[in-house]
């Protein structure tokens, strides 16, 4: 788990501004879509983007998936999650990495063996940056010493 206090204090982005979905995007009918707009990191680091969860009770036992930035590799990144957001390591999917297009867009393709194509779409995320500036002032002295030698008095 992260440390949280260096994830507050932390350098980068921290919040999501806008998530969209191109138009042409393909959706499973019995999942929903859910973007996490103006959207904060969570204390543990985590920025959720995306989610794609099933949309009814009848389908609660099929697998929730969410999409997350990783700012180490600048990637949105999918697990299967249960309700808690906890990433479910039983599920098995393809898909984990969406393909880079540039300008933070990604083609995201999620499907299972089970339920084969749940999601295919473009998705582009624009984020918020937060930057820590210390105040403060600082002082530098300069001293400069001179040697002067009282020429010999004549003799």
Do not use: C
């Not at 036992?61 to 590799?73: I, M, Q, S």
């Not at 918020?128 to 002067?148: P, V």
């Amino acid at each position: 788990m992260a440390d949280r206090e260096v994830v507050r204090n932390k350098d980068g982005p921290f919040k999501t501004n806008l998530v969209k979905v191109e138009s042409d995007y393909l959706l499973a009918a019995e999942y929903t879509l859910v973007r996490f707009n103006e959207t904060e990191m969570e204390p543990t680091g985590r920025l959720n983007v995306i989610g794609i969860f099933p949309s009814s009770d009848e389908s609660a036992d099929d697998p929730r998936f969410l999409g997350r930035w990783d700012e180490k590799e600048q990637l949105l990144d999918f697990d299967p999650v249960d309700a808690k957001y906890h990433v479910d390591k039983r599920v098995t999917f393809a898909g984990h990495h969406p393909t880079p297009l540039g300008g933070r867009r990604f083609k995201v393709e999620l499907r299972t063996e089970r339920k084969g194509l749940i999601f295919r779409g473009v998705v582009s995320v624009a984020l918020g940056f937060r930057m820590h500036m210390r105040e403060g002032i600082y002082l530098t002295e300069t001293l400069e010493a001179k040697l002067i030698r009282k020429p010999p008095a004549d003799s």
